[in-house]
């Protein structure tokens, strides 16, 4: 459940961007912040470790709107994908509100990409938290590296691994192109927003 500061009149609001190492999570929340880092007042914090870019998170809160009387605050945090750094994983889950599962296109990543889904879900059982019930987007990133003929697995694919239980809303994505970086992150703000204001009632 958010954070509610009831003398700031504010509720804090925690997206986490999940999904395999490498998959893009980190390049989404760079070129969300490089857009909009000119309306906000924080920077930022990026931990770099050897063999995965980010150890522990981004972390960028913007508003986005009030619930109630009360301004909402967003912030993104992304996980480090290697299986070996699961504990923090789990630590960053802890209070999440709603999810962005990035998805890595590649057609050598697909058992990473459903392994990783499976670790989401349990991981997030350890919260009492269903992965059936928070607010969730897939993202299915690295589509610009068709033009390279990288091999690349067909959306039918992506959404018969990940999303055929789920059902939920998904988009074709190059974090690196921005191609609807902006539009997910859009998405998962609007569903965590409805879901807070069914909490709140």
């Not at 700031?8 to 395999?20: D, L, R, S, T």
């Not at 350890?126 to 590296?145: A, C, E, G, H, W």
């Not at 697995?153 to 018969?160: A, C, G, I, R, S």
């Not at 809303?169 to 927003?193: D, H, Q, R, W």
Request: no cysteine; glycine share 6%.
């Amino acid at each position: 459940m958010a954070f509610v500061n009831l003398k700031k009149k504010e509720i804090q609001a925690k997206v986490v961007y999940y999904g395999p190492g490498r998959g893009g999570k980190t390049t989404n929340l760079e070129y969300i912040y490089n857009k909009v880092k000119s309306r906000i007042k924080t920077e930022m914090v990026t931990i770099k470790t050897h063999g995965d870019r980010t150890l522990f998170f981004d972390f960028l809160p913007f508003n986005v709107g009030k619930i109630r009387g009360y301004d909402v605050k967003i912030q993104l945090y992304t996980v480090p994908g290697q299986v070996k750094y699961d504990a923090t994983r789990r630590l960053v889950l802890r209070g999440v509100d709603g999810i962005v599962f990035v998805a890595d296109s590649m057609a050598v990543r697909r058992e990473k990409n459903i392994l990783s889904l499976r670790n989401l879900q349990k991981n997030l059982a350890t919260f009492r938290k269903s992965i059936f019930k928070i607010p969730i987007v897939l993202q299915y990133n690295k589509k610009d590296l068709a033009e390279q003929g990288i091999p690349l697995l067909p959306l039918q694919t992506l959404e018969k691994d990940l999303n055929s239980q789920l059902k939920a809303p998904s988009f074709e994505a190059s974090a690196l192109t921005g191609m609807n970086v902006v539009p997910t992150m859009k998405k998962i703000v609007s569903m965590t927003m409805a879901s807070l204001l069914m909490e709140l009632k």
